[in-house]
């Protein structure tokens, strides 16, 4: 089966996804294309939805990678020990398909699809 990559026009600049909605080039991203990603997927942002999607990218630009639910969570757990589970993650990106929160939020982040991740 061939990759297909999308070619979506956000804010008058072509973006490039691959074939499962994840930018193409990490740079392209900006608050902007986040919030028309999440808006692609029926999604509507709110506060707590942005504090852990540029916690996400603070991550990935630090470790070169995007975090799994695991590592997610231990990165939540320092900043705000509360919000640190997979619950609270759970209902800031819920999925009709059981897609991890943690590949969602890369998504929306503008980040690489994590690996191993479900």
Known sequence: MKNKKKIILINKKYIEL???GYLKYVNDW????GHELAYKE???????????ILLLRKFYYKYKISPTMIPLI???KQINYKKG???????LFTSK??????????RIAGLPKPKYCI
């Not at 900006?30 to 294309?33: D, M, T």
């Not at 398909?97 to 890369?106: K, N």
């Open 18 to 20: 691959d074939s499962e």
């Open 30 to 33: 900006n608050p902007y294309v």
């Open 42 to 52: 029926g999604r509507k942002l709110l506060s707590s939805h942005w504090e852990i």
């Open 74 to 76: 231990n990165e939540i």
């Open 85 to 91: 589970n997979s619950i609270y993650l759970l209902k």
């Open 97 to 106: 398909t059981l897609e991890s929160p943690a590949r969602i939020a890369a």
